[in-house]
T-cell receptor
C-alpha cells in the first residue's frame, strides 16, 4: 500500500521568505505524487503532480516540487511566500496512476506579515 | 467553470439519527469518489465509483454507511445511525474516464457535526 508522511502540522513563514513543505512517500511500485491545496471553506485543488519524466515539476502560484527517488521525497517549495499562500497543503500518492489517492495529514501554512 | 456540487454544506444531527449527503460531479466525469476528512487529518477514501459500479469500498464502514450512484451521475452517501465519531468533512470528487492523472476535482464538502 502507498502512504505519505508530512511532518509538522503547522508551518509559519514570513512574507517573502522561502516556503518548504516536506513529503516522504512509501510505495511498492513507481509512484504518482501530488500536492493539493485547500483554502478556507473550499475544496481541494491540484497544485502540481509528478507522473513520469522530469523530476522537477512546476505548479500553479509559483510552487514547485522535486521527485527524489533515492530519498523517497517530494518536497514542495516556493521562493517567496505571499499572504495568499495561507492554506492547508496535502501531499498525496497513487500507484501507477489509478487515481486512488492516499493523502498525508497536511500542513497548515500561516504567513506572517 | 464546471464544479462538483455538494449539499448540504453543513449538517448538525444527534447521534443515532440518519443523515445523507448528495454529490453532483462534473458533467461527463465517469469516476466519483467520497472522502472523509477528520479535523487535523488528510482525506481518507471511503468509496470509489466507476459509472454506477463500486470500484473500491474497502474503507467504508458498511454496518452504518452506504453509498449509491444509481444512474452513474449523481451520488448519495448515507449514514445510519450516526455516531459521535462520524463528525468530519465529507468530500466528493470526480475525475475523467481513462485519464489516470491523479487530478481529482473536489467539491466544497459537507461538514457533519454529530451531537
Amino acid at each position: 500500500a502507498q502512504s505519505v508522511t508530512q511532518l509538522g502540522s503547522h508551518v509559519s513563514v514570513s512574507e517573502g521568505a522561502l516556503v518548504l513543505l516536506r513529503c516522504n512517500y512509501s510505495s511498492s511500485v513507481p509512484p504518482y505524487l501530488f500536492w493539493y491545496v485547500q483554502y478556507p471553506n473550499q475544496g481541494l485543488q491540484l497544485l502540481l503532480k509528478y507522473t513520469t519524466g522530469a523530476t522537477l515539476v512546476k505548479g500553479i502560484n509559483g510552487f514547485e516540487a522535486e521527485f527524489k527517488k533515492s530519498e523517497t521525497s517530494f518536497h514542495l517549495t516556493k521562493p517567496s511566500a505571499h499572504m495568499s499562500d495561507a492554506a492547508e497543503y496535502f501531499c498525496a500518492v497513487s500507484a501507477d496512476g489509478n487515481n486512488r489517492l492516499a493523502f498525508g495529514k497536511g500542513n497548515q501554512v500561516v504567513v506572517i506579515p | 467553470e464546471a464544479e462538483v456540487a455538494q449539499s448540504p454544506r453543513y449538517k448538525i444531527t444527534e447521534k443515532s439519527q440518519a443523515v445523507a449527503f448528495w454529490c453532483d460531479p462534473i458533467s461527463g466525469h465517469a469516476t466519483l469518489y467520497w472522502y472523509r476528512q477528520i479535523l487535523g487529518q488528510g482525506p481518507e477514501l471511503l468509496v470509489q465509483f466507476q459509472d454506477e459500479s463500486v470500484v473500491d469500498d474497502s474503507q467504508l464502514p458498511k454496518d452504518r454507511f452506504s453509498a449509491e450512484r444509481l444512474k452513474g451521475v449523481d451520488s448519495t452517501l448515507k449514514i445510519q445511525p450516526a455516531e459521535l465519531g462520524d463528525s468530519a468533512m465529507y468530500l466528493c470528487a470526480s475525475s475523467s474516464r481513462g485519464k489516470n492523472t491523479g487530478e481529482l476535482f473536489f467539491g466544497e464538502g459537507s461538514r457533519l457535526t454529530v451531537l
